[in-house]
T-cell receptor, first 115, second 115 residues
Framework: EPEVTQTPSHQVTQMGQEVILRCVPI?????FYWYRQILGQKVEFLVS????????KSEIFDDQFSVERPDGSNFTLKIRSTKLEDSAMYFC?????????????FGNGTRLTVT | GDSVTQMEGPVTLSEEAFLTINCTYT??????LFWYVQYPGEGLQLLLK?????DKGSNKGFEATYRKETTSFHLEKGSVQVSDSAVYFC??????????????FGKGTLLTVNP
């Protein structure tokens, strides 16, 4: 069964550094998402992406964050200058349709630790 | 805005016990409802879904019925196993336009099943 792939599984970085989290969505999917989960807390929406542009973003997704689909397969989340509070598990998700009854397919996540 | 409230954990049960995890929601339209499961060290996996009132989603012995009158989607299983130990997330995907159909999650409920 096709799956969403995320790399790396764990990233450690120093405060102020830039990080890029990578995702390969399922190949025929058109809608892409990033979520994050701070340890022990709820899964929070960051951003949705369709047709090479952001469809919606949350308050968390400020100017330090950006997303890109640099080619036909990858979908990346960049954090320009990491802060301690960016430490979290970041999940990429994709969906074939925009239909509300279509579930999102999630990757296994990248655990980001900012020191 | 949309929100999902699920019972606080952790929930600890003995093997073969009956499980209920309560979930209620607030939405402006007619959302689809989902349960996702996160096994230790893994990502989010879709467990089951229901897309309209009175629908029952089921998978792996788990069931949940979409109750519009009580705005609820409680997860149940008749006889839990040790392998069911995980975090369970209730989520909704709004049907109205403008939300790009992002998923809104509850806080998650940690279930531990002891032999």
């Amino acid at each position: 069964e096709p799956e969403v792939t995320q790399t790396p599984s764990h990233q450690v970085t120093q405060m102020g550094q830039e990080v890029i989290l990578r995702c390969v969505p399922i190949s025929n999917h058109l809608y892409f998402y990033w979520y994050r989960q701070i340890l022990g807390q709820k899964v929070e929406f960051l951003v949705s992406f369709y047709n090479n542009e952001i469809s919606e973003k949350s308050e968390i997704f400020d100017d330090q964050f950006s997303v890109e689909r640099p080619d036909g397969s990858n979908f990346t989340l960049k954090i320009r200058s990491t802060k301690l509070e960016d430490s979290a598990m970041y999940f990429c998700a994709s969906s074939p349709f925009s239909s509300y009854n279509s579930p999102l397919h999630f990757g296994n996540g990248t655990r980001l630790t900012v020191t | 805005g949309d929100s999902v409230t699920q019972m606080e954990g952790p929930v600890t049960l003995s093997e073969e016990a009956f499980l209920t995890i309560n979930c209620t929601y607030t939405a402006t339209g007619y959302p689809s409802l989902f349960w996702y499961v996160q096994y230790p060290g893994e990502g989010l996996q879709l467990l089951l879904k229901a897309t309209k009132a009175d629908d029952k989603g089921s998978n792996k012995g788990f069931e949940a019925t979409y109750r519009k009158e009580t705005t609820s989607f409680h997860l149940e299983k008749g006889s839990v196993q040790v392998s069911d130990s995980a975090v369970y997330f209730c989520a909704l995907r709004e049907s109205s336009g403008g939300s790009n159909y992002k998923l809104t999650f509850g806080k998650g409920t940690l279930l531990t099943v002891n032999p």
